[in-house]
């Protein structure tokens, strides 16, 4: 089951820990490197937007970000692939 810790909740004291756990999981699929980059990519959104919702989605493999976890509300999920990369148009 999928952990989401909600933009400006309280800390129950058991989703971090948890969400952390499920983030950890997901991101030894990959190999060191990409979990450098993807641990920075998190810090660096996490950052940006204090309080950020944040998923972990196993089936289809990424880490979701967003005001709540409701389509319409979500901003960024960062996937890695193993061949290749992508970012946003300019």
């Given at each position: 089951?999928?952990h989401v810790e909600r933009l400006g909740a309280p800390?129950?004291?058991?989703?971090?820990?948890?969400?952390?756990?499920?983030?950890?999981?997901?991101?030894?699929?990959?190999?060191?490197?990409?979990?450098?980059?993807?641990?920075?990519?998190?810090?660096?959104?996490?950052?940006?937007?204090?309080?950020?919702?944040?998923?972990?989605?196993?089936?289809?493999?990424?880490?979701?970000?967003?005001?709540?976890?409701?389509?319409?509300?979500?901003?960024?999920?960062?996937?890695?692939?193993?061949?290749?990369?992508?970012?946003?148009?300019?």
């Open positions: 089951m999928p800390d129950t004291g058991s989703e971090g820990p948890r969400l952390e756990a499920d983030i950890d999981r997901l991101l030894a699929e990959h190999a060191p490197p990409i979990q450098a980059i993807e641990r920075a990519l998190r810090a660096r959104i996490r950052d940006e937007l204090p309080g950020v919702a944040e998923q972990v989605d196993f089936g289809n493999r990424l880490l979701a970000f967003g005001h709540s976890m409701k389509m319409r509300e979500l901003l960024f999920s960062i996937i890695a692939h193993a061949s290749f990369a992508s970012r946003p148009a300019d």
